[in-house]
């Protein structure tokens, strides 16, 4: 197993260990994968993935799409010198985003439904007024996902500078959080 340099639990106990990122992990992370993340299922998102970002790639000259080495989706999407989205000032920064998260959705390995359900957490302008940043929180079944968000910073006329994500793909609030397990 892969442990974190000298690291301990703070009760002083196990090794801080990763599932994520160890490549002996793999068996544990084979055994947390969700019942709706079949292999089949998460070929066909990955697929979806790899088509929106080619798409995206097309339509914005210039994009830099950085993936997440974990979740396989869009971790940094920025552009050379330019913004990702039109000027809008009259919109709220947040529908902004919102708007253009529900056009590439499928770059995210998200639904429609699930951008919808995303939950805004933070949506201010810094003291200087020349950026604005809104923050998105993934959540299951009412349950935030750990490290699930996206944070966008947008311009005063309302263009998208850049998004840094961590949202997570595929995920499925029929299957998920179901007990495999009886009380007795």
């Known amino acids: 197993m892969v442990w974190a340099a000298g690291g301990v639990t703070a009760g002083g106990g196990l090794p801080d260990f990763?599932?994520?990122?160890?490549?002996?992990?793999?068996?544990?992370?084979?055994?947390?994968?969700?019942?709706s993340a079949t292999v089949g299922r998460r070929a066909a998102i990955a697929a979806d993935i790899a088509a929106a970002k080619q798409r995206l790639e097309w339509s914005?000259?210039?994009?830099?799409?950085?993936?997440?080495?974990?979740?396989?989706?869009?971790?940094?999407?920025?552009a050379r010198g330019k913004f990702l989205t039109r000027p809008n000032p009259?919109?709220?920064?947040?529908?902004?985003v919102r708007n253009f998260l529900l056009s590439a959705a499928p770059l995210y390995g998200l639904s429609q439904a699930d951008v919808k359900t995303l939950r805004t957490t933070a949506n201010y302008t810094n003291p200087e007024g020349n950026l604005?940043?809104?923050t998105l929180e993934q959540r299951l079944n009412?349950?935030?996902?750990?490290?699930?968000?996206?944070?966008?910073?947008?311009?005063?006329d309302g263009e998208i500078a850049t998004m840094v994500s961590e949202l997570v793909?595929?995920?499925?609030p029929t299957t998920l959080?179901?007990?495999?397990?009886?009380?007795?």
């Open 90 to 96: 009259k919109a709220d920064a947040d529908q902004v």
């Open 142 to 156: 009412g349950i935030p996902v750990f490290r699930g968000e996206l944070r966008a910073a947008v311009s005063p």
């Open 18 to 35: 990763d599932v994520r990122t160890a490549k002996e992990g793999r068996a544990v992370r084979n055994v947390l994968n969700p019942p």
């Open 60 to 78: 914005i000259p210039g994009i830099i799409v950085e993936m997440h080495p974990v979740l396989g989706v869009p971790e940094v999407v920025t």
């Open 132 to 134: 604005k940043w809104v």
């Open 177 to 184: 959080g179901a007990s495999k397990l009886s009380p007795e």
């Open 169 to 172: 793909p595929g995920l499925d």
